[in-house]
């Protein structure tokens, strides 16, 4: 099982052997281009694996949060039918209106839940994401200069 550690953040993944240091696994080491491009290959297919897992959680997360949200306001607005348009919230009768629903959907436990679960799944997505991509950049970078090109290099820090 494999840890990647970064900026405080770990992750772990039972593709990789040992902890995994991201510097190392993105930094291209020109005397050994065969042995970097295989190895480079095998954590680009982890890690596309892991990307792919992380936005598939991420999009779920996304779905039950809006589901949860619409469960509640279905339910508040079924309850002020019943109540001449009025709902309880915490012993005080609130009129329904679409602001209202929407800060009574976001007290609502269910939906607390669902939204911290939804940040949580597009925060490992936004962390694997752009290791993902850095070492797709590696991989190009070998190629290019296995197949003849100079050496390039790739500076993340622009917009």
């Known amino acids: 099982m494999g ?6 953040v770990t992750i772990v993944y039972a593709e990789f052997d040992g902890d995994i240091d991201v510097d190392a696994i993105t930094e291209t080491h020109y005397d050994n281009l065969s ?5 480079t290959t ?18 779920r997360a996304k779905f039950e949060t809006k589901r949860v949200a619409a ?25 329904v209106t679409d ?16 939204a911290n679960n ?20 590696k991989m190009d970078k070998i190629n290019h200069i296995k197949s003849g090109g100079k050496k390039i290099s790739y500076n993340f820090d622009e917009d």
């Not at 042995?35 to 190895?39: F, I, P």
């Not at 629903?101 to 436990?109: A, G, Q, R, T």
Request: charged share 40%; hydrophobic share 30%.
């Open 3 to 8: 840890k990647y550690r970064f900026d405080g």
């Open 35 to 39: 042995g970097e491009e295989m190895e």
């Open 42 to 59: 095998r954590i680009l297919n982890g890690l596309s694996e892991l990307k792919a897992e992380t936005e598939d959680v991420y999009e």
């Open 71 to 95: 469960q509640v306001k279905n339910k508040l607005r079924r309850e002020a039918a019943e109540n001449k348009g009025k709902v309880d919230s915490g012993g005080v009768e609130i009129k």
């Open 99 to 114: 602001d209202c629903l929407k800060e009574l959907v976001y007290l609502d436990k269910g939906y607390q839940k669902a």
């Open 118 to 137: 939804e940040y949580k799944a597009k925060k490992d997505f936004e962390i694997v994401s752009p290791l993902y991509w850095q070492v797709k950049a």
